[in-house]
T-cell receptor, first 112, second 115 residues
C-alpha cells in the first residue's frame, strides 16, 4: 500500500524568505508524485508533478521539487516566498492507476 | 472552456437523511474521481470511474455510500442514512483518457454538513 507523509502541518515564514515543505512517500511500485495547492476558499490546483526523467521539476510560479528515490522524498522548495503563496499544500502519489493518495497537507503562512 | 462543476456547493442535512451530490466533468474526460476532504482524515480517495464503470471502489467508507456515472459524463455520489462523521467537502476530479489519471482537474467541491 502507498502512503504519503508531510512532516510539517504548519509552516510560518516571512515574505521573501526561502521555504521547504517536506514530503516522504512509501510505495512498493513505481509512482508518480505531485504537489497540489489549495488557496483559501478555492479548489485544488496542480502545482507540479514528477513522472519520469529529470528529478528536478519546476512550476511556473517559482516552486520546485526534487524526486529523491533513495530517500523516498519529494520536498517542495521556493527560494523567496510571497504573501500570495499563503495556502495549503498537498503532496500526493499515484500508482499510475490514477487514484491519488494525499498527505495530510502543510499550511504555509507567509507573513509580511 | 468550462471546468469541473459540482452541485450543490453547500448541503446541510439532518442525520439519517439521504443526500445526492453531483459532478459534471470536463467535456470529453473519460476518467472521473471522487475524493473527500475532512478535518480528521485529510483528503481521501473514494471511487474512480473509467467511462461508466468503476474499477476501483476501494475508498468508499461503508455500504451507505454509492456512486454511479451515466453516459460517460455526469456522476452522482449518494450517501444514505447520513451520519455526522459524513460531514466533509466532497471533491470530484476528471481526467482525459490519454493521461492515465496524471492530469486530474478538480471541481470546487460540495460542503456537506450533517446535523
Amino acid at each position: 500500500a502507498q502512503s504519503v507523509t508531510q512532516l510539517d502541518s504548519q509552516v510560518p515564514v516571512f515574505e521573501e524568505a526561502p521555504v521547504e515543505l517536506r514530503c516522504n512517500y512509501s510505495s512498493s511500485v513505481s509512482v508518480y508524485l505531485f504537489w497540489y495547492v489549495q488557496y483559501p476558499n478555492q479548489g485544488l490546483q496542480l502545482l507540479l508533478k514528477y513522472l519520469s526523467g529529470s528529478t528536478l521539476v519546476e512550476s511556473i510560479n517559482g516552486f520546485e521539487a526534487e524526486f529523491n528515490k533513495s530517500q523516498t522524498s519529494f520536498h517542495l522548495r521556493k527560494p523567496s516566498v510571497h504573501i500570495s503563496d499563503t495556502a495549503e499544500y498537498f503532496c500526493a502519489v499515484s500508482d499510475r492507476g490514477g487514484k491519488l493518495i494525499f498527505g495530510q497537507g502543510t499550511e504555509l503562512s507567509v507573513k509580511p | 472552456g468550462a471546468g469541473v462543476s459540482q452541485s450543490p456547493s453547500n448541503k446541510v442535512t439532518e442525520k439519517g437523511k439521504d443526500v445526492e451530490l453531483r459532478c459534471d466533468p470536463i467535456s470529453g474526460h473519460t476518467a472521473l474521481y471522487w475524493y473527500r476532504q475532512s478535518l480528521g482524515q485529510g483528503l481521501e480517495f473514494l471511487i474512480y470511474f473509467q467511462g461508466n464503470s468503476a474499477p476501483d471502489k476501494s475508498g468508499l467508507p461503508s455500504d451507505r455510500f454509492s456512486a454511479e456515472r451515466t453516459g460517460g459524463s455526469v456522476s452522482t455520489l449518494t450517501i444514505q442514512r447520513t451520519q455526522q462523521e459524513d460531514s466533509a467537502v466532497y471533491l470530484c476530479a476528471s481526467s482525459p483518457q490519454f493521461s492515465g489519471g496524471i492530469e486530474q482537474y478538480f471541481g470546487p467541491g460540495t460542503r456537506l454538513t450533517v446535523t
